[in-house]
């Protein structure tokens, strides 16, 4: 007598869990190597657990931020690199942290996918991992979500949430004064912004991304899936310094967007774009999509990652510091009364 189960199971509908708890283990390694002072417990609990206290905060003050990959991901995903994307994942949280005078403490990850590929789930784990050791913070969590009908192919997405901390009173900007001297962080290419566009305009050249890149640095997607510049322990030893009022991360917007972002009221800048040379994948798209420099500078970072504003009499200290943390950095004008950015110079 039939009970009228039909025997169906959930891999059947799509999601294998067997190899859910594959890519656990295969990520314990990584995950374990980000540890830090304050880190309670292991991956696999319902929640991760962190100690300030054991951290070194006395008075503390917690940070927030979140972010993604954007469609930098379609490249990963149609060339199958996709180790350095998880790099990119962290680095677009953490380096928002600091801007606000945060030391990154943990970051979780959430990872979703139509069908989990061990192989690859474990190379962006380990991505993030890379990354969160990098910035100095501890990945305590995350999720995997496999989700059939959602995404198709070999299709993912990825989000991540950090956490930060710093002593009360020490919130940045703070002191953002006329005068102030602005140091410009070189970035490592594209990063993680306006990707549409570049697609675009590699669609517009009709070349794949298995062609050599015309700007150099391997193949086409190899060169533009380089990983956002992790600026945190360098621009974090600049503000212990001191003479540190502010800080930008040129993201989407770029220097014209993200630098008012610093600013009180009444306050603006003045960019020399004859500071710095305009990087070769910069002037290939700006040449290849015929791009106006307004247009460069409001969706790209166009060669600069991490903008600090500094009190005038630091600005050589400081300078000096962050040169002798492997940084390549630029004296890109200052801050003047007005508001938004002015440039001077032409980059193009």
């Not at 677009?92 to 959430?110: S, T």
């Not at 193949?219 to 600026?231: C, M, N, Q, S």
Request: glycine residues 16%; charged residues 20%; hydrophobic residues 45%.
């Amino acid at each position: 007598m039939s009970d009228g189960k039909t025997g169906l199971t959930y891999a059947q509908a799509g999601v294998d869990i067997d190899a859910g708890n594959a890519l656990v283990e295969a990520i314990k390694p990584a995950v374990k190597a980000t540890d830090r002072p304050g880190v309670m417990g292991s991956i696999g609990g319902f929640g991760g657990l962190f100690d300030l206290k054991a951290a070194g905060f006395t008075d503390p003050v917690l940070v927030a931020a979140t972010d993604g990959v954007g469609t930098k991901l379609r490249i990963a995903i149609d060339t199958g690199v996709v180790n350095g994307v998880g790099v990119d994942l962290v680095a677009m949280c953490v380096n928002d942290l600091v801007c606000q005078g945060a030391e990154p403490l943990f970051f979780l990850d959430y990872f979703a996918t139509g069908k989990l590929d061990v192989a690859a789930g474990t190379a962006i784990v380990e991505g993030i991992a890379a990354g969160c050791k990098a910035a100095g913070a501890a990945l305590i969590g995350g999720e995997t979500a496999e989700m059939p009908g959602m995404y198709e192919g070999k299709d993912f997405d990825l989000a991540g949430f950090a956490v930060g901390a710093m002593e009360r009173g020490a919130a940045l900007p703070d002191g953002v004064a006329e005068g102030d001297l602005l140091l410009g962080l070189a970035s490592d290419g594209v990063h993680s912004n306006g990707y549409s566009l570049v697609r675009k305009v590699v669609e517009m050249a009709g070349l794949g991304w298995d062609a050599e890149a015309p700007f150099g640095g391997g193949t086409l997607g190899e060169a533009l899936l380089a990983p956002t510049r992790i600026y945190v322990r360098q621009v974090l030893a600049a503000i212990r310094a001191g003479g540190v009022h502010g800080l930008a991360h040129i993201t989407g917007g770029g220097l014209t967007e993200n630098l008012p972002r610093v600013f009180p009221d009444g306050l603006g800048a003045e960019v020399d774009l004859a500071a710095w040379e305009l990087p070769p994948v910069f002037r290939w798209l700006a040449e290849t999509g015929g791009l106006a420099e307004p247009e460069l500078l409001k969706t790209f970072n166009a060669g600069i990652g991490m903008v600090l504003v500094v009190a005038p009499d630091a600005a050589s200290d400081l300078k000096s510091l962050l040169e002798e943390t492997g940084e390549t950095v630029f004296d890109l004008g200052r801050v003047v009364a007005g508001e938004g950015v002015s440039y001077s110079g032409k980059l193009l």
